[in-house]
């Protein structure tokens, strides 16, 4: 019953009246910014990140997780009711949701998918809860060497399954590990690439980097481009949110199968809840013996993406948490909260921060409890706040940004380097190079050489002793085929890609 | 009719650079050390020759890759990097007020049209915000003005 025991301290933590308000700030912000188009989960955390140098890691994670689920819920709302996914995990639900809305049945859309997440979240804490101690009872045994593994995996899935070129991806993986080397060395105590400065003696600050790369580069990317949606929330009928029993019946074999679904591709690494959403969507449509109602306000379409995401959400936390090792930029964002506070997450984080980690996983059941509260009687707010103009937006998320860079170490340089990254970021955009990977590499960077280096030292400098190691090498062997699959299917998708433009230019 | 993508090309050649920057920094200042004890610059080395490659990899790419549309601004990113240098210019001399202000206003010349009763209105209201976030609710020390001379 050590189960039982570790839930009532979860829920005994979780339930402080500090966890709980910052667990209502976390999905409370979140919902606003899943909301709000332009401003995404990745932006949001790293501008509250700052915050989180000032408060317990419990409450800290408490409140950073909050925000990344609560984008989940609050986006559903801009893609039934707009037709703008408020985030990529949402835009599946576009398709069937906004048919719904014009059918005047919006409220049921809103309604069936508050309760499907929350049925999705709920499958993906129990999931969590699970697998999670298992995973870490597992991986104690592991040694350098298949940590250094298990990282590099972690690095190729996730740059080599998101979208875009899988070069463009690894590249931006070396260069965050690269960046990640600016600072003091821990093992010889050299000062790298540090210029003589004393600033970054302790390396590039996680949060200006982040901030930098995600928010200013971002901004840079929308000001003029986002316009404000002019909604009237009158114009939407909520003659009922009830249900009927025909959309309910519908909707239960979708529930169960989506969260199914999304809990598998959220703890795998490198997929998440986008794809999760997307996977379910398609499922639905193939085993659905009326697969036409799909794209014209079937309830499964809406209610199968929004379950599977939130449970991909909530699931993204197990590789996180019982191996160290994020499977998104997210994820890594975590990890740094809690770097920053001298936790080092790994397979003895459970262990010997229960109280971290059953509080964390006890505010999930708290946080979707609010979302719910949160999202169903208060949507005609939400919807107003639509229309905020980005015009005045910007300028305040900028504030937001440079105070929270200053406030960590009351240092004028660390808002110099949310400037540089901006440039990068910006410059990134320009080449087509996906930010993400880069604060991946930058998080795992300083973990990956330590285990490195430890691993060729107990080796005695022989890299095939490493590869013959069981566990190591069958991740090495598994990264290898991840890698020349996404490499032959790149290669695959180009070549479809330039025979078209070809097509198209002999049309012209 | 094939052409070279020549922001690709740019892309990729920027890369290697900047890999060869490092690695050549790095093999110049740090022990590289050997592969069983390796030195503080092994890792800067090895980075930055694969970041090289890669580059150049992505620069040979540029001959097959398609085009692809999007504009390159000047004029917003300049704005916007502005408000945040002249944040970190103003905060430490002048205090958190003016660095607000000044910022917010130039942040809000990136739209392109200048309405400056907007600007100056915007400016104060995120002050107010601003103090009422950071000072009074979460009570961090931060200066609100402050005179050099």
Known sequence: MELLSNLALGLETALTPVNLLYCFFGVFLGTLIGVLPGIGALAAISMLFPITFHLEPTTALIMLAGIYYGTAYGGSTASILLNIPGGTSSAV???????????????????????????????????????????????????????FAMMVLGLIAASAISDGSVVKGLTMVVLGILLATVGMDPQSGTARFTFGSLSVLDGLSISALAMGLFGVAEIIASVRLTDAVKVDPKAFSYRTLMPTRDDVRRSWGPMFRASTIGSLFGALPGTGPSVASFVSYAVEKRISKEPERFGKGAIEGVVAPETANNAA???????????????????????????????????????????????????????????????????????????????????????????????????????????????LGYLMRIFGMPPAPLLLGFVLGPLIEEHFRRAMILARGDFSAVIERPITGSILAVTLLILIWSLWSGWRVGKRRRARAHLMEQED | MNTINLRELTGGLLTAGLGAAFAIYAVA?????????????????????????????????????????????????????????????????????PAIFVSVVIATFAEGTVRPLVSIVLGLVLCLTAWAIFVVALQLPLTLFKWPL
Request: with cysteine; hydrophobic share 55%.
């Open chain 1, 93 to 147: 639900t576009c398709l069937d949701g906004y048919p719904m809305a014009k059918q005047g049945r919006a409220g049921v859309a809103l309604a069936m998918t508050a309760i499907g997440s929350f049925y999705g979240g709920v499958y993906g804490i129990i999931v969590l809860s699970l697998f999670a101690p298992a995973i870490a009872s597992w991986a104690l045994a592991f040694g350098s060497a298949e940590y």
């Open chain 1, 313 to 423: 959400d909530q699931t993204a936390f197990i590789p996180t948490l019982s191996l160290g090792i994020p499977g998104s930029a997210t994820m890594a964002l975590m990890i740094g909260a809690l770097m920053v506070h001298g936790i080092h997450p790994g397979p003895n984080l459970v262990a010997e921060q229960p109280k971290l980690f059953w509080g964390l996983v006890m505010s999930f059941w708290i946080g979707n409890v609010l979302l719910v509260i949160l999202n169903l009687p208060l949507i005609g707010l939400w919807v107003r706040l639509l229309s905020v103009p980005y015009h005045l937006l910007y300028p305040a998320i900028l504030m937001f940004i440079c105070i929270g860079a200053y406030s960590v170490q009351y240092s004028a340089f660390d808002v110099m380097v949310v400037f540089g990254f901006g440039l």
């Open chain 2, 29 to 97: 200042h740090y022990s590289v050390g050997t592969v069983t004890r390796m030195g503080p610059g092994m890792a800067p080395v090895v980075l930055g020759a694969l970041l090289t490659l890669f580059g150049i990899v992505i620069a040979i790419g540029a001959r097959w890759s398609p085009r692809r549309a999007g504009q390159i601004r000047v004029y917003v990113p300049a704005v916007i990097l502005g408000c945040v240098v002249a944040f970190a210019a103003l905060i430490n001399p002048f205090g958190l007020m």
